[in-house]
């Protein structure tokens, strides 16, 4: 069995989590008696509370003072997106911590000789880590990634001094990478890299059936799903998983989108199409400046069907998702700012990037007795999608297993196949997927278009090769 990273060292560090955690000052002074001081706790001005806040801990249980120094001074937003990346950040350093501990060494070893300074030491490690045990390049290099910025951090802010720093942890060296604009037009740009980084592919090709869309997505095929809706049709989901699949095939939407849609969003939809009865699709805009969140909180537009709509719309009124608005946990009560699908406990399926700004600043008509927020990350509804699966494929066993996140593809796919059968020219069908499904890559939405025609040429080869080499005739 292929073993974690964490089982490759003599070590017990870890990384524990503080369920709330705010900046404060601390004030001394000195008491009637000798040698005696008292302590206050001041708050920072603009310092918010940070929610599931990681910690470094040693293998002797105590904090890792600078790693969690380096934690601390990361906290310029409360945003969610910045905690899941400093949580990133808490492992990868408590990874370097373990190897530090391992080999009996100190993250200030830099010794005059440049192949025996610690971080160059690491990169080897991990460089035969990947060698024997197979693990992802492209993880490792997002861990000396961190290790990387951990130094960089410290020396910056003078958490060590120069005299201790004197010989540099790593090389840094300045490289021109091209990109594309949103147009097309290929320019180059220069960035800092180091010599930490390994040499590998950062985005593999993906397997022959699956699109490389935000990761490796396969679309379903449309008899799987016709399966799906017919599984609906039976009560086999429940009625918000059922509606989050409806969406992510109708709209395309991501899982941090369908999850954070908030009722407002679609109140505010359901107005529109009423008075504008010609209309059969409504805008839902997601993103940083809007309620519902998006991918690296970019702008998007996703377009809601009437009918869609229309069944949102019912089940915002319904008893039982009025039910879960009233449950204790339910941060934003029975208002339109609270989340469109709520688990049974009453909390979110994945927690908005909102609801990290308003517990700070919280309006009287949310429930301000909720409890101190544990940030969801989605497993509620992977939890869910699954058990659906499993229970459609005893009666359905053509029905492959699948991510949320294949829905975006299969809605792509769906656009394609539906446009070429009305004969849409392909120009016209590349411009719909890229702003249906917000591409900012061109290469992106190519694979769409190429996606039929590269499996029907596998097959067709495979086909032909079936034939030219018939097995019977040499017995194998």
């Not at 460089?127 to 997002?142: G, L, M, R």
């Not at 004969?423 to 996606?451: G, M, W």
């Amino acid at each position: 069995m292929k073993p974690s990273l964490k089982d490759l060292f003599d070590s017990n560090a870890k990384v524990i989590y503080l369920r709330r955690f705010r900046l404060q000052n601390a004030n001394w002074s000195k008491t009637a008696q000798a040698n005696d001081y008292d302590y206050t706790f001041s708050s920072l001005a603009n310092s918010d509370y940070h929610f599931r806040m990681p910690v470094i801990i040693q293998s002797d249980g105590l904090p890792w003072k600078i790693g969690n120094l380096y934690l601390m001074g990361q906290l310029d937003t409360p945003a969610l997106s910045n905690m899941k990346t400093l949580s990133a950040r808490a492992i990868h350093l408590k990874y370097y911590l373990q190897y530090l501990e391992h080999s009996n060494q100190h993250f200030l070893d830099l010794p005059t000789q440049y192949q025996q300074r610690v971080p160059r030491k690491f990169k080897a490690f991990l460089q035969a880590v990947i060698e024997q045990h197979d693990f992802s390049s492209q993880y490792i290099n997002n861990i000396l990634s961190s290790v990387a910025h951990f130094y960089n951090y410290i020396q910056h802010q003078s958490f060590v001094s120069q005299s201790d720093i004197e010989n540099k942890p790593f090389r840094e060296r300045k490289v021109s990478i091209p990109i594309h604009n949103n147009v097309g037009i290929m320019r180059n740009i220069s960035v800092i890299t180091n010599d930490l980084k390994l040499r590998s592919s950062r985005k593999p090709l993906p397997s022959l059936g699956k699109l490389r869309d935000g990761g490796s997505l396969r679309p379903l095929s449309s008899e799987e799903q016709e399966i799906i809706f017919r599984a609906f049709d039976k009560n086999y989901a429940s009625i918000e998983l059922e509606l989050m699949i409806r969406i992510a095939l109708g709209t395309g939407a991501r899982q941090q989108s369908v999850c954070t849609l908030s009722i407002a969003c679609i109140k505010t939809a359901l107005d529109y199409l009423e008075q504008n009865a010609d209309s059969n699709y409504a805008v839902i805009n997601t993103g940083y400046k809007y309620r519902t969140d998006s991918k690296c909180g970019r702008l998007n537009r996703l377009m809601f069907s009437r009918n869609l709509i229309d069944h949102l719309a019912t089940y915002i009124d319904c008893e039982r998702a009025e039910h879960r608005r009233q449950n204790i946990n339910s941060f934003y009560a029975n208002t339109d700012d609270n989340y469109v699908f709520l688990t049974r406990t009453g909390n979110p399926y994945l927690t908005a990037e909102r609801e990290i700004i308003d517990r700070n600043n919280p309006k009287p008509v949310w429930n301000t007795e909720a409890p101190v927020m544990v940030p969801k990350n989605g497993q509620s509804l992977r939890n869910e999608l699954k058990k659906f699966i499993s229970k459609v494929q005893k009666f359905e066993p053509s029905l492959q297993n699948f991510s949320f996140h294949d829905l975006r593809a299969t809605y792509g796919m769906n656009i394609v196949r539906n446009l070429r059968a009305k004969e849409y020219p392909d120009s016209k069908i590349f411009d719909h997927v890229r702003q249906r499904l917000n591409h900012r890559s061109l290469t992106t939405t190519e694979a769409y278009l190429k996606f039929d025609s590269e499996v029907k040429e596998f097959n067709d080869i495979q086909d032909t090769f079936g034939v030219t080499f018939d097995k019977s005739k040499y017995n194998v």
